[in-house]
């Protein structure tokens, strides 16, 4: 399970932010991924050899796997599970360039520089069943994207092949299909930050009981479809940040609502599904912000303050304990 979303600022900075809900866990580190860095896809064992560098929250096996990232060129992509949605193929198809779905951000980060760049290219992508060593299993994803423009699109595997939605929301949780979270909206649209005012029921007056009376009904659970309409409504709502330092802090403030704590949701066998890292991402600056469920402190990587061209993967190591600011008079 996750969570993600997309913010503009008043300044024009353009956002994406995403929460990692999962119950293995993944340890995490930010990964700068260079320019022209060799990999092998696990699909066909095809080379690979991106034209821009990126930088997300990844781990490194045979290849790096990331879950999320922004590129020098302001490009962010975050990965999502998408269960009993996600369609792969079963073979590889001559012509097309053929990938396992978590080798998805690694290769749209390095060799797209925008949305349209993305929307061309993928027609000619071919995902097909392939397992994480990681997880020993096929995982099912679809896909947030934006970029410097702030348009945001949702890529979704399917029968026939990949498609491609524009998001007028700038939100995407998990299954079901994104068409279908758009369409459960309309169940919501009496919600309101301004309170209900008083009503009465023959000689009664009521009032509510407290702020808050407009959003009665919000859904609170952690389900896809809550956490997609809880997101939408927060982000519709929030007041308009002027700058990234204020619009990354609105992004983390959105997504605690949307945060898992341990043993509040539990798999079938017993495993903690928890937010392991909360993550914000800027396409202008392309900085990556995040914090960790062991350490809430932000912490940052700016990836134009690195050598892009570096022949090898660069490894952030995360800072995992909680660290305080303590006052002084």
Same mark, same amino acid.
Request: proline share 5%; net charge negative.
């Given at each position: 399970m996750c969570t993600s979303i997309t913010l503009t600022t008043a300044g024009r900075e353009h956002l994406l932010a995403r929460t990692m809900d999962f119950d293995f866990e993944l340890n995490g580190e930010v990964l700068l991924h260079p320019r022209r860095y060799k990999w092998k896809s696990e699909a066909d064992g095809s080379e690979h050899a991106g034209r821009y560098a990126f930088i997300g929250m990844g781990r490194?096996? +045979?290849n790096a796997l990331f879950a999320d990232g922004v590129n020098e060129k302001g490009l962010s992509c975050a990965a999502l599970y998408f269960p009993d949605y996600a369609v792969y193929e079963s073979e590889t198809k001559e012509q097309c360039r053929n990938l396992a779905p978590h080798e998805f951000v690694t290769w749209v980060l390095s060799e797209c520089g925008d949305l349209e760049e993305v929307k061309k290219a993928a027609v000619s992508v071919n995902i097909v069943e392939r397992e994480v060593s990681l997880l020993s299993t096929v995982t099912p994803l679809h896909w947030l994207l934006t970029d410097r423009s702030g348009a945001s699109i949702v890529v979704e595997p399917a029968a026939?092949? &990949?498609q491609i939605h524009d998001n007028p929301v700038g939100v995407l949780t998990n299954s079901p299909? !994104? /068409?279908w979270h758009l369409t459960n909206l309309r169940n919501? &649209?009496?919600l309101q930050p301004g309170q209900f005012a008083a009503k009465k029921m023959g000689d009664l007056t009521l009032s509510a009981f407290g702020q808050g009376s407009g959003l009665s009904g919000?859904?609170?659970d952690f389900t896809p479809p809550s956490r997609f309409v809880r997101a939408a409504v927060l982000k519709e709502h929030m007041k308009p940040v002027s700058n990234e330092t204020e619009g990354v802090? $609105? $992004? !983390? /403030?959105i997504l605690s +609502?949307?945060?898992i704590p341990k043993g509040i949701v539990m798999t079938d066998n017993g495993e903690d599904d928890y937010t392991q890292y909360t993550a914000v991402m800027c396409s202008e600056t392309c900085s990556y912000y !995040? /914090? /960790?469920y062991q350490n809430r402190q932000i912490q940052k990587v700016c990836i134009l303050q690195e050598d892009l061209d570096s022949n090898e993967i660069k490894v952030f190591p995360p800072k995992q304990e909680e660290t305080f600011h303590s006052l002084q008079s």
């Amino acid at each position: 399970m996750c969570t993600s979303i997309t913010l503009t600022t008043a300044g024009r900075e353009h956002l994406l932010a995403r929460t990692m809900d999962f119950d293995f866990e993944l340890n995490g580190e930010v990964l700068l991924h260079p320019r022209r860095y060799k990999w092998k896809s696990e699909a066909d064992g095809s080379e690979h050899a991106g034209r821009y560098a990126f930088i997300g929250m990844g781990r490194r096996l +045979n290849n790096a796997l990331f879950a999320d990232g922004v590129n020098e060129k302001g490009l962010s992509c975050a990965a999502l599970y998408f269960p009993d949605y996600a369609v792969y193929e079963s073979e590889t198809k001559e012509q097309c360039r053929n990938l396992a779905p978590h080798e998805f951000v690694t290769w749209v980060l390095s060799e797209c520089g925008d949305l349209e760049e993305v929307k061309k290219a993928a027609v000619s992508v071919n995902i097909v069943e392939r397992e994480v060593s990681l997880l020993s299993t096929v995982t099912p994803l679809h896909w947030l994207l934006t970029d410097r423009s702030g348009a945001s699109i949702v890529v979704e595997p399917a029968a026939g092949g &990949i498609q491609i939605h524009d998001n007028p929301v700038g939100v995407l949780t998990n299954s079901p299909d !994104f /068409h279908w979270h758009l369409t459960n909206l309309r169940n919501y &649209i009496g919600l309101q930050p301004g309170q209900f005012a008083a009503k009465k029921m023959g000689d009664l007056t009521l009032s509510a009981f407290g702020q808050g009376s407009g959003l009665s009904g919000l859904p609170g659970d952690f389900t896809p479809p809550s956490r997609f309409v809880r997101a939408a409504v927060l982000k519709e709502h929030m007041k308009p940040v002027s700058n990234e330092t204020e619009g990354v802090s $609105a $992004a !983390f /403030h959105i997504l605690s +609502n949307m945060n898992i704590p341990k043993g509040i949701v539990m798999t079938d066998n017993g495993e903690d599904d928890y937010t392991q890292y909360t993550a914000v991402m800027c396409s202008e600056t392309c900085s990556y912000y !995040f /914090h /960790h469920y062991q350490n809430r402190q932000i912490q940052k990587v700016c990836i134009l303050q690195e050598d892009l061209d570096s022949n090898e993967i660069k490894v952030f190591p995360p800072k995992q304990e909680e660290t305080f600011h303590s006052l002084q008079s």
